[in-house]
């Protein structure tokens, strides 16, 4: 079945430095591809998608490629806060498999950012 | 984009006892759907509600245990009957909203609600 694969966290960063985490998918089809922030003690928040392959999403400074020939979906961000400290969670959403309400969650990757 | 409002946002319940959490949405959606996130872990979705017709629940998820209720296309409740422990998490209720590009939708999710279950 369809399926997404994050990096394990934590990851601890200085501020400003580079962030990726990785994230790839199985999936049958074309998927959309998502990423959410839980900012502590708060719900999920969209924070990027995209729908076709070579589409990037970008918002705050992050940004994803979705790259079909590695079934890849990695977020970027080039200088991180002390506010981007947060869980983040790729996702799929598929038409072929499932509830038609489920996004397909990976793990999540918790995000700490010091000063 | 429409908002969505969940209530209450966190709970410290009793073993044994009942909770029901209210989720409104300003507009009318036809499909709302409900979500559990347990300490440390992804989100699985427990079921989806269609007014006017009984929820649809995910394997491992039965209505006795969680019922639900659709009065409306802009509302839902999600109970958690006779908690014990192992019910603290955080639910969320969430809807497909119609971003207008790309012809993707985006599942919205509100706050969240955190249950402790004493």
Known sequence: GDSVTQMEGPV???????????????????????????????????????????????????????????????????????????????????????????????????????? | SAVISQKPSRDICQRGTSLTIQCQVDSQVTMMFWYRQQPGQSLTLIATANQGSEATYESGFVIDKFPISRPNLTFSTLTVSNMSPEDSSIYLCSFWDGQGDSGANVLTFGAGSRLTVL
């Open chain 1, 12 to 115: 601890t960063l200085s501020e400003e430095a580079f962030l990726t985490i990785n994230c790839t998918y199985t999936a049958t089809g074309y998927p959309s591809l998502f990423w959410y922030v839980q900012y502590p003690g708060e719900g999920l928040q969209l924070l990027l998608k995209a729908t076709k392959a070579d589409d990037k999403g970008s918002n705050k400074g992050f940004e994803a490629t979705y790259r079909k020939e590695t079934t890849s979906f990695h977020l970027e961000k080039g200088s991180v806060q002390v506010s981007d400290s947060a869980v983040y969670f790729c996702a799929l959403s598929s038409p072929y498999g499932g509830s038609q309400g489920n996004l397909i969650f990976g793990k999540g990757t918790k995000l700490s950012v010091k000063p």
